[in-house]
């Protein structure tokens, strides 16, 4: 399958600083890219959905100043948390998938971070 | 925002049996997706049914799905040690076509 490469794979950052999580798709041109939350043992819960060259749809409840989400190429989406908190603490996870409707989405593997 | 149940939450099992989990799910949709995570990696995708399929297959899994009943199954047959997993079922909501919404999840042991 194609192959979505998410970076880093870990990171721990002071309280207040911002992190910068990169989301590629590295043989396809991912037309729509995902950005998910996921707390332990709990299921994936949709942040965003970006398109490349529009703005950012956010589910109620995600502040979009808090996660900037940039989509401004066809293989590269950016989520970064502004002034992190402890409880901002996750595993964040990317997706990205070619077409529409009826196209698998391919899943990075994932980010783990940790605010001290 | 989740679309769906799954059920259920924890499935133990002995290798070699079979494992089914079922996932339900509230709104009409375009497809249902199976998915496979192992602890802390991220998802493996594994079988795409589309709502006017009713089963499909792929090597050991089997996946079927109702729309009447708004539900679906992921059958794994024969099991092994290495399908030890977390399995999410994940809705592509016919009102909001490109999003992909996750189930809360079954996880699944092997026991050898």
């Known amino acids: 399958g194609a192959v979505v490469s998410q970076h880093p794979s870990w990171v721990i950052c002071k309280s207040g600083t911002s992190v910068k999580i990169e989301c590629r798709s590295l043989?396809?041109?991912?037309?729509?890219m995902f950005w998910y939350r996921q707390f332990p043992k709990q299921s994936l819960m949709l942040m965003a959905t970006s398109n490349e060259g529009s703005k950012a749809t956010y589910e109620q409840g995600v502040e979009k100043d808090k996660f900037l989400i940039n989509h401004a190429s066809l293989t590269l989406s950016t989520l970064t948390v502004t002034s992190a908190h402890p409880e901002d603490s996750s595993f964040y996870i990317c997706s990205a998938r070619a077409g529409q409707l009826n196209t698998e989405a391919f899943f990075g593997q994932g980010t783990r971070l940790t605010v001290v | 925002s989740q679309q769906g149940e799954e059920d259920p939450q924890a499935l133990s099992i002995q290798e070699g049996e079979n494992a089914t989990m079922n996932c339900s799910y509230k709104t009409s949709i375009n497809n249902l997706q199976w998915y496979r995570q192992n602890s802390g990696r991220g998802l493996v995708h594994l079988i795409l049914i589309r709502s006017n399929e009713r089963e499909k297959h792929s090597g050991r899994l089997r996946v079927t799905l109702d729309t009447s009943k708004k539900s679906s199954s992921l059958l794994i047959t024969a099991s092994r040690a290495a399908d030890t997993a977390s399995y999410f079922c994940?809705?592509?909501?016919?009102?909001?076509?490109?999003?992909?919404?996750f189930g809360s999840g079954t996880r699944l042991s092997i026991r050898p």
């Open positions: 043989d396809f041109q991912a037309t729509t």
């Open positions: 994940a809705t592509e909501p016919y009102s909001s076509a490109s999003k992909i919404i």
